[in-house]
């Protein structure tokens, strides 16, 4: 599985757009890029997950540029509940095929104030 | 609908006692993995089920651990004998059949303590 870089942490204040970016170098052509995020004391929840281009829900946006070694999770306007880790995977979901073991790395702690 | 639950939610036992971990996944999904995170590691995946089958148990540390699941329902993760170092939090997730996406449903963890 590709090896995934993401900052250790983030401040940001309330009402702000926050910009996570995950840097995936080795990423291959199967690989789908994911993202979770962890409350303390929780176990972590699917946000968003995209291959190419753009990807948006209700929650966030991910941006994926052509070349895909790199991808960013935005947030728009954070409120205080949007601290937490947040996870950056990436994996081939064609490996395992019906299921896909999940690759965590260290994440990126988002803190939000006021 | 329910989540994913576990049981119980906190373990504190001595160094070669057993205990066993309950995961009840979300009703219908077939696929059923175990993760932990050990203290100030990363969550490292364990194994996964479909059904009542291990697909695949590269993660399991060693034979110490055990996991069923039976019926292809809850599944059980037991530790026996217990060692320090298999304190952690331990993450049961859920996911439907044949999904070819990364989106699984986590529980809340088990919080095992061994002294």
């Known amino acids: 599985l590709a090896k995934t870089t993401q900052p250790i942490s983030m401040d940001s204040y309330e009402g702000q757009e926050v910009n996570i970016t995950c840097s995936h170098n080795n990423i291959a052509t199967n690989d789908y890029i994911t993202w979770y995020q962890q409350f303390p004391s929780q176990g972590p929840r699917f946000i968003i997950q995209g291959y190419k281009t753009k990807v948006t829900n209700e929650v966030a946006s991910l941006f994926i540029p052509a070349d895909r070694k790199s991808s960013t999770l935005s947030l728009p306007r954070v409120s205080l509940s949007d601290t937490a880790v947040y996870y950056c995977l990436v994996g081939d979901t064609e490996l395992t095929g019906g299921g896909n073991k999940l690759t965590f790395g260290t994440g990126t702690q988002l803190k939000v104030e006021l | 609908e329910a989540g994913v639950t576990q049981f119980p939610s906190h373990s504190v036992i001595e160094k070669g006692q057993t205990v066993t971990l309950r995961c009840d996944p979300i009703?219908?999904?077939?696929?059923l993995y175990w993760y932990r995170r050990v203290m100030g590691k990363e969550i490292k995946f364990l194994l996964h089920?479909?059904?009542?089958?291990?697909?695949?148990e590269s993660g399991m540390p060693n034979n110490r651990f055990l996991a069923e699941r039976t019926g292809g329902t809850y599944s059980t993760l037991k530790v026996q004998p217990a060692e320090l170092e298999d304190s952690g939090v331990y993450f049961c997730a859920s996911s439907q059949k044949d999904s070819f996406s990364y989106e699984q449903y986590f529980g809340p963890g088990t919080r095992l303590t061994v002294t």
């Open positions: 009703s219908g999904h077939d696929n």
């Open positions: 089920f479909v059904k009542e089958s291990k697909q695949d």
